[in-house]
């Protein structure tokens, strides 16, 4: 590179241009759409949030209630809206003042849904330390670990 009287200035501007188009492409991974290529894990946190919401087994909740189970996905507000927007979309949930009704009756099966492993975990829901912990497998993906209680929770089979 050829240098002026400031030493390695013409260095230093390509070298901070090739830092920024870095910057720009890893900034850019979680929020592509889908269409421009491979799925990424935006797409798949939505695909898993939409997998989820099919299985709710209520028949309605409140909005608060729906983002809890949401954000055993994802806690980017962005996602969460776009998880909504697109439920409603495709007809997975109706939305009217802040209360959410599940168009889908296909609920969890605890005997063929549920899977438990053995390890150290942390539930995705609360947070507390687990020796066994429980994944919902969705046609999306499988969900967790929970625990004992978080599991019933998230699938509607009990309420706090």
Known sequence: MARDGSGNEHEHEHEHEREREQRERTDNTETEPQHRGQPNSHDERVELGLALLERLEHDSLSLADVVDRIETVTTDPTITRTILDEAELRGIIDREDGIVRPKSRQYVRFEQDVITKDGEFSCRRCGCGLSTGY????????????G?????KVTGRETD
Not at 135 to 146: H, M, N, Y
């Open 148 to 152: 004992s209680s978080c599991i019933r």
């Open 135 to 146: 994944f919902i497998t969705l046609d999306a993906g499988e969900l967790g670990p929970f």
